[in-house]
């Protein structure tokens, strides 16, 4: 039985993906442990003009009772495993499906 051939994917696809899910995998990384700890060391602090802390302790803060940074962290690990250049070379054609249902959910929760 032949291998499946390799998947020719765009290196700056590989890269600017895996780029942009590690932004987003260390500012989740970040807010929920903000949230978890309430150090307030936020960029914005009490009292200024936009006060982040009020944004990560309010009641939309939580979906069905679990903080939304530990939500977008879990995804975020979830799409840095997705967007690992072997993953992308490999030829089953379900992860791109679930790559892109994954990015398509990111988009309409952050909407």
């Known amino acids: 039985m032949a291998e499946p051939a390799r998947r020719v994917v765009p290196g700056w696809v590989v890269i600017g993906s895996l780029v942009l899910v590690g932004l987003g995998l260390v500012l989740s990384a970040y807010l929920t442990y903000e ?4 150090t307030a060391t936020l960029a914005c602090p009490p009292g ?3 006060n982040c802390t009020k944004v990560t302790q309010s009641q939309w803060s939580y979906l069905f009772g679990i903080p939304v940074a530990l939500l ?3 995804y ?3 799409m840095t ?3 690992m250049p072997n993953v992308w070379r ?3 054609a379900w992860l ?5 249902a994954m ?3 990111g988009v309409v929760f952050v909407a």
């Open 90 to 92: 490999r030829p089953e």
């Open 76 to 78: 975020f690990v979830a």
């Open 103 to 105: 990015a398509i959910l």
């Open 96 to 100: 791109d499906r679930v790559r892109l």
């Open 35 to 38: 949230h978890f700890s309430a």
């Open 81 to 83: 495993a997705l967007c």
């Open 48 to 50: 200024e003009t936009f």
């Open 72 to 74: 977008g962290l879990l």
